[in-house]
Every structure is written in structure tokens, then in C-alpha cells.
């Protein structure tokens, strides 16, 4: 059952240009969305995160939007750089609902930005 | 910058063994999370500890597996009778309150063989 998804395994952007990364969930009980970079041999590493009660975050070059009534997020990147080149995990919570709740993550998308 | 630790870097273990992951989380943090990413797969959620016992526990945590906060500082992840499926990587997770952002560790890769 796979809650969140991301459909796209990879993707390729030119440097400069931008990157949008998407995410599908399910659980309408989810209130809380976060993406995470992951580089080899290292752990996910928090990127951004948006509340079910905002439709836009931003924190410099990324930008993450949700849309509850299509259950649907992205995550734009602009300008992409090399150094963004990497796997992106989308992951989500359901916060509201107590405790101290785990993240269901999607399986990932490998962003590779092209010179 | 504070960051979360996780020894050893990669455990090989014989099958049936029992086997010890450890953990040092950001030192202010209150919550602390283990995960696992079996290779090719999602990373998925195992447990949640907080005030010295379990908040959540996912059907993967069955009674193979335990976490303990022996002292101030570490957090362990403890797999008794090891299988060849719990080969993964293990992450360590931990946060500052309740439902923020969690920060992770750079992982124990185990290899059951």
C-alpha cells in the first residue's frame, strides 16, 4: 500500500534551468509534508516542509506547493545547481493525530542535474 | 552544526545472531525514530521513543526487535535471531518536539549472511 508516491524514479535538468519534483499521496489524514535530499552513503537529510493549512513554503531556492483537494506536492528547485544532483525523498504525517508519528516516505526520485 | 551519529558504519552478522545498532542523537532532542531502506526499496518507519518508552511502532517492530536509551546519550536498536531480510540500512532519526522535522544519521548498513 503504497501511500506516498512518486512516480517519476529519475529525472534530468539542465543546470540553471528548473527542477519540479512530484509527490502524490493518499491518506487525507496526512497533515504534514516534508522533502528530504539524499546523497550516497549518507542519511536523508531535511530539506523542506509545508503544514496542510499553507498551499506554498519557500526557503531560497526551494519552493514546495501543495494542493490538499488533488493530494498532490511538488517541489521546485531554482536555479538547479550540480550539487543538487541527488535522491529526493517526499515524505508525510499525519501530526495531528498524536504522538510522536513516524514518516511514510515515497521510494524517491534521483534528480541529476546536467552541466 | 549538531548532527545525529550512528556506529558501526556497516555490521555483517551471521544469521540468528543478535546484533546491537547504536545511536547518539542531537543533544537537545527529545524524540528519537529508527528506520530502515532495504536496498531498492523506501526508506520505512519502525519506531518512535520518547520519555523512556515507545510512542509509535510500525507492524514491521514486531518482538525481534527492541530500543533501549541506556544512559543520557545513546539510543540502540537491538535484533535478536537476525534474518537475512532484516539485511538494510538502518537510520537513526531523532527531533527537537514532538511533530517537527526529524534529522537523521548517516546510517548502519547490516548485512545478515
Known amino acids: 500500500d503504497q501511500q506516498v508516491k512518486q512516480n517519476s524514479p529519475s529525472l534530468s535538468v539542465q543546470e540553471g534551468r528548473i527542477s519540479i519534483l512530484n509527490c502524490d499521496y493518499t491518506?487525507?489524514?496526512?497533515?504534514?509534508f516534508l522533502w528530504y535530499k539524499k546523497y550516497p552513503a549518507e542519511g536523508p537529510t531535511f530539506l523542506i516542509s509545508?503544514?496542510?493549512?499553507?498551499d506554498k513554503n519557500e526557503d531560497g531556492r526551494f519552493t514546495v506547493f501543495l494542493n490538499k483537494s488533488a493530494k498532490h506536492l511538488s517541489l521546485h528547485i531554482v536555479p538547479s545547481q550540480p550539487g543538487d544532483s541527488a535522491v529526493y525523498f517526499c515524505?508525510?504525517?499525519?501530526f495531528g493525530g498524536g504522538g510522536a508519528d513516524g514518516l511514510t516516505f515515497g521510494k524517491g526520485t534521483h534528480l541529476i542535474i546536467q552541466p | 552544526e549538531p548532527e545525529v551519529t550512528q556506529t558501526p558504519s556497516h555490521q555483517v552478522t551471521q544469521m540468528g545472531q543478535e546484533v546491537i545498532l547504536r545511536c547518539v542523537p542531537i543533544?537537545?532532542?527529545?524524540?528519537f525514530y529508527w528506520y530502515r531502506q532495504i536496498l531498492g526499496q523506501k526508506v520505512e518507519f519502525l519506531v518512535s521513543?520518547?520519555?523512556?518508552?515507545?510512542?509509535?511502532k510500525s507492524e514491521i517492530f514486531d518482538d525481534q526487535f527492541s530500543v533501549e536509551r541506556p544512559d543520557g546519550s545513546n539510543f540502540t536498536l537491538k535484533i535478536r535471531s537476525t534474518k537475512l531480510e532484516d539485511s538494510a540500512m538502518y537510520f537513526c532519526?531523532?527531533?527537537?518536539?514532538?511533530?517537527?522535522?526529524?534529522?537523521f544519521g548517516q546510517g548502519t548498513r547490516l548485512t545478515v549472511v
Open positions: 521513543f520518547y520519555n523512556n518508552e515507545i510512542s509509535e
Open positions: 491518506n487525507s489524514m496526512f497533515d504534514y
Open positions: 509545508i503544514s496542510s493549512i499553507k
Open positions: 543533544s537537545n532532542h527529545l524524540y
Open positions: 515524505a508525510a504525517s499525519d
Open positions: 532519526a531523532s527531533s527537537e518536539v514532538e511533530d517537527t522535522e526529524a534529522f
